[in-house]
């Protein structure tokens, strides 16, 4: 009996890594840009960038109609100006990465709460929360970096890679249901959900996010060196009675900021034409 169920376990997870190999194929999502981001890439098959673009229009739409019901969308129209004018010079500078995110239905709002955090969802969908811009005390340097490094996630397209990974990892759970007897299920939107929400991005993903954010914003004429300031600041914030939602997702602010430093400096000549 144990030799049949070792037998069965083993053609399982054989049928897992086939099946993980066969919907995974490498994507370019970005180009390389200045700071030379060039890790290839896996997508699973199973969640396209058009699905996870749609279920993320579908629950940003959501998310901005209850802060609304709630009055915490958009209170401050100064603030959220300030916040849509910087937005939209980073915006400006996407095609340098990738051409087709000019097109995309991009969306800038400002939620009132006091979670020092921003996001922004595939497609180009962005939240910024006043706590981040009131806590920090951030000059338009220091958002557009926050901002930036948003919106290379999205570039980059992280949350549909670690969508795919969830959605291999179910494939696996499916197959050896089938073993098991036990019951297994993908859900597009809870994994997206998990993804922007609740579950942290990998390192690699922090590092790319932080490098191109800097790149977006020399371009668009902020201080790459305010990106620096940015993580003094979030390491000050993070000392005190809780850590802000923001950073429980990042990784240590000592390597970040001695990263961030060598990538300003690379990208001070951009700055600098920048403001001719």
């Known amino acids: 009996m144990k030799s049949v169920a070792i037998r069965r376990f083993l053609s399982a997870g054989a049928a897992v890594l086939a099946l993980t190999l066969a919907g995974c194929a490498a994507v370019q999502t970005t180009n390389s840009g200045a700071v030379g981001i060039q890790r290839q890439q896996y997508m699973s098959s199973l969640v396209s960038e058009q699905q996870l673009q749609q279920e993320a229009a579908s629950q940003y739409s959501t998310l901005i109609s209850q802060a609304r019901a709630q009055g915490a969308l958009d209170v401050n129209a100064a603030q959220t100006r300030r916040v849509q004018a910087i937005a939209q010079r980073l915006i400006a500078q996407v095609g340098v990465f990738?051409?087709?995110?000019?097109?995309?239905?991009?969306?800038?709002?400002?939620?009132?709460?006091?979670?020092?955090?921003?996001?922004?969802?595939?497609?180009?969908?962005?939240?910024?929360?006043?706590?981040?811009?009131?806590?920090?005390?951030?000059?338009?340097?220091e958002l557009a970096a926050v901002i930036g490094h948003e919106i290379a996630h999205a570039l980059r397209e992280h949350a549909r890679e670690q969508v795919s990974?969830?959605?291999?990892?179910?494939?696996?759970?499916?197959?050896?249901?089938?073993?098991?007897?036990?019951?297994?299920?993908?859900?597009?939107?809870?994994?997206?959900?998990?993804?922007?929400?609740?579950?942290?991005?990998?390192?690699?993903?922090?590092?790319?996010?932080?490098?191109?954010?800097?790149?977006?914003?020399?371009?668009?004429?902020y201080d790459p060196y305010a990106a620096v300031t940015l993580w003094q600041k979030m390491s000050v914030?993070?000392?005190?009675?809780?850590?802000?939602?923001?950073?429980?997702?990042?990784?240590?602010?000592?390597?970040?900021?001695?990263?961030?430093?060598?990538?300003?400096?690379q990208m001070m000549p951009l700055y600098q034409q920048s403001r001719r």
């Open 98 to 141: 990738r051409p087709d995110a000019a097109q995309w239905n991009w969306q800038v709002h400002v939620l009132k709460s006091n979670e020092v955090n921003a996001w922004c969802m595939p497609g180009g969908k962005i939240a910024v929360y006043t706590g981040l811009i009131d806590k920090l005390n951030a000059s338009d340097a």
């Open 165 to 221: 990974q969830q959605m291999a990892a179910n494939i696996g759970l499916s197959v050896l249901a089938a073993v098991t007897g036990s019951q297994a299920s993908a859900d597009l939107g809870g994994a997206l959900t998990n993804v922007m929400f609740t579950l942290p991005n990998s390192r690699t993903h922090e590092i790319e996010a932080d490098r191109m954010g800097v790149e977006l914003a020399a371009r668009a004429g």
């Open 237 to 265: 914030v993070s000392g005190g009675a809780g850590q802000p939602e923001f950073l429980s997702t990042h990784p240590s602010a000592d390597t970040r900021i001695a990263d961030l430093q060598n990538i300003a400096a």
